[in-house]
C-alpha cells in the first residue's frame, strides 16, 4: 500500500522500509539524534513527506543519505520496501572499506569471554591510573 499524497510518522516508515529491523529501534534512533530530515533532528512522530532528505547516522561515524520516493504504513516485501526510497550515500572508498574490515577483525578478536579477576582489575585500574 503505497502513498504518495499522506504522511506517515518517520518511526514507522524507517521500519517498513526495512532501514531498521523493528520500529522500536527507529524510534530509539531518532530519540537519540541519529536521524535527521532535511537538517534538523527528528522524534519519531515527526510525519514524512515525499521529497524529504533523511540522514541516518551509521556505525563507524558512517553517514546514509536518502530521500524519500514512496510513503507506505503497512509492511511491504523487501524488495518494494527499497522502492520507498534513492539512497544518495557516496559510496565507500576502498581504503576505508578495507580499514573498516581490519577494525571488525580486531574488535572480534578481543572481545572478553569473561568477567575480568582481581589481578585484571587492578591493572585496568593502574593503566586508567585511577589507583
Avoid at 532535511?38 to 563507524?60: A, C, T
Avoid at 568477567?115 to 585511577?130: I, N, Q, S, T, V
Amino acid at each position: 500500500m503505497t502513498q504518495s499524497d499522506t504522511t506517515v510518522r518517520i518511526d514507522i516508515w524507517l521500519d517498513v522500509a526495512c532501514l531498521y529491523k523493528t520500529r522500536s529501534e527507529a524510534q530509539r534512533a531518532c530519540t537519540g539524534g541519529k536521524v535527521e530530515v532535511n537538517g534538523q533532528r527528528v522524534k519519531p512522530h515527526r510525519l514524512l513527506h515525499v521529497g524529504d532528505q533523511i540522514e541516518l547516522s551509521r556505525p563507524y561515524g558512517r553517514k546514509q543519505t536518502l530521500e524519500v520516493v514512496g510513503l507506505a504504513e503497512r509492511h511491504v516485501p523487501k524488495a518494494d520496501a527499497k522502492a520507498l526510497y534513492h539512497d544518495t550515500t557516496p559510496p565507500i572508498p576502498e581504503a576505508e572499506r578495507e580499514m573498516l574490515r581490519l577494525e571488525r577483525i580486531y574488535r572480534a578478536g578481543i572481545q572478553r569471554t569473561h568477567a575480568p579477576d582481581k589481578r585484571e582489575r587492578r591493572a585496568l585500574r593502574k593503566f586508567k591510573g585511577k589507583g
